[in-house]
């Protein structure tokens, strides 16, 4: 069964960036279709990017420009790279392998002056 860990949140400055890693484990890392999605309290979870095994992603249009997902098959290692970060993205961010019950526990970002 894969199991997954965030890491890399934190506080930060409005412009500022964010590197969110997502450590796999227990199963076949480079099959899966990767995701990051985001959720604020009494919100829907939010699928905010995704990547294919062979790399091809895709990401929502608030994000685009701004954030950029990427994998390491070889290290079993997913990302999320976030640069000039507004309030509004200010959520815990989740990893999830899609069309399975793998989730991390998550990691919270913060933007905020």
């Known amino acids: 069964q894969l199991q997954l860990l965030e890491s890399g949140g934190g506080l930060v400055q409005p412009g500022g960036s964010l590197n969110l890693s997502c450590a796999a484990s227990g199963s076949i890392f480079s099959i899966y279709t990767m995701a990051w999605h985001r959720q604020n309290p009494g919100q829907q979870r939010e699928l905010v990017a995704s990547i294919t095994s062979s790399g091809v992603t895709n990401t929502i249009e608030s994000v685009k420009g701004r954030f950029t997902i990427s994998r390491d098959n070889a290290k079993n290692f997913v990302y999320l790279q976030m640069n000039d970060l507004k309030p509004e993205d200010s959520a815990v961010y989740y990893c999830?392998?899609?069309?399975?019950?793998?989730w991390g526990p998550g990691t919270q970002v913060t933007v905020s002056s």
């Open positions: 999830n392998a899609l069309a399975t019950m793998a």
